[in-house]
């Protein structure tokens, strides 16, 4: 059986979280056969295709390699299905910047020390920071029994205080990442999930 035509990839995306980024398409079915996949790389200053490391993988995602990892370099990507000698068409995927196409997680909480008027929280951001970054850390905060009232707080350090609160009280926050790069763009993370604790008796 010969195909003189073999479909390609389709689906082709890349998907990017915390600055880890891969490349995914939908398999190329062919009866009783190992479709196998080659991905290539260029970068906006050379126009010239490389290969990254998926040459002839059978997977159907290629991991960014570490030598793609600039975040403010544009990228795009190709992929196409090969069968022995026969390969398909070439499929590339839209140009890609991890500063601005990235999607940043929420910061893990460490640890909250509870009193009588506060919230003590301890995070870890989503990603290791690169020089030139600000990372703020939005808390939006609010008493459970009246969860319409929201009140924020911005803070730039990984522990900070939730302040003013009442005594024996449910309180719940939620927290997201601001990312202020050197190139001026803002990035705003997904929110936490909230966590809720009610402060002591003074």
């Not at 993988?57 to 370099?73: A, D, G, H, N, V």
Request: proline fraction near 5%; glycine fraction near 2%.
């Amino acid at each position: 059986e010969s195909y003189p035509h073999l479909p390609a990839p389709k689906d082709v995306m890349i998907y990017s979280y915390n600055f880890r980024s891969l490349l995914r398409w939908s398999p190329v079915k062919v009866d009783r056969s190992l479709v196998l996949y080659t991905v290539h790389f260029k970068t906006g200053a050379f126009n010239q295709w490389d290969e990254v490391n998926c040459t002839r993988i059978s997977q159907t995602e290629c991991r960014f390699p570490w030598s793609l990892k600039e975040r403010r370099w544009t990228i795009v990507l190709r992929v196409r299905a090969e069968l022995g000698q026969v390969t398909s068409d070439w499929v590339e995927t839209d140009p890609f910047v991890a500063e601005r196409n990235t999607t940043i997680g929420p910061p893990k909480v460490n640890s909250v020390i509870v009193s009588s008027d506060s919230l003590l929280i301890s995070v870890t951001p989503p990603f290791g920071s690169e020089a030139g970054d600000s990372l703020q850390y939005h808390v939006s905060y609010w008493e459970n029994a009246t969860s319409t009232t929201k009140k924020e707080t911005k803070m730039s350090n990984t522990l900070f205080k939730i302040r003013s609160l009442k005594e024996l009280t449910l309180y719940c926050f939620r927290i997201q990442v601001e990312l202020m790069t050197h190139s001026d763009l803002q990035l705003f993370g997904l929110q936490s999930v909230p966590e809720c604790y009610r402060t002591t008796i003074s």
